[in-house]
């Protein structure tokens, strides 16, 4: 089992910045994989970032391209999403997931809710509210 705790939401102007952490803590194999993921009122959940372990290479959502960066500290067994230049439209709450990684790739790519809602594991979620 693997447990994620999710932290540093919060209330924001446009143009702000904030940085979102999540701990891991529980039996990750090699393979394990982690991403960032939101969901807006009203709309589906919806991939932000995601950092392979292997190569430690990452994708992001179009959206958030340039803006946002994902990164990760093995030893901390921490994942970070450090946002910047935020938008009201990135107001969601934002959850951290992991999964087996060809697993993670898929849901990801795809945008496939029923895909992104079978990821294995999630944190209970951070709220992040940008104002204009």
């Known amino acids: 089992q693997v447990q994620l705790v999710e932290s540093g939401g919060g209330s924001v102007q446009a143009g702000g910045s904030l940085r979102l952490s999540c701990v891991a803590s529980g039996y990750t194999y090699s393979g394990t994989c982690k991403g960032w993921f939101r969901q807006a009122p009203g709309k589906e959940r919806e991939g932000v970032a995601v950092?392979?372990?292997?190569?430690?290479?990452?994708n992001y959502a179009d959206s958030v391209k340039g803006r946002f960066t994902i990164s990760q500290d093995n030893a901390k067994n921490t994942l970070y999403l450090q946002m910047n230049s935020l938008k009201p439209e990135d107001t969601a709450i934002y959850y951290c997931?992991?999964?087996?990684?060809?697993?993670?790739?898929?849901?990801?790519?795809?945008?496939?809710?029923?895909?992104?809602?079978?990821?294995?594991?999630w944190g209970q979620g951070t709220q992040v509210t940008v104002s204009s």
């Open positions: 950092i392979y372990t292997s190569g430690g290479s990452t």
């Open positions: 997931a992991a999964a087996h990684c060809p697993q993670l790739a898929l849901a990801f790519v795809s945008a496939s809710k029923e895909l992104i809602e079978a990821l294995s594991y």
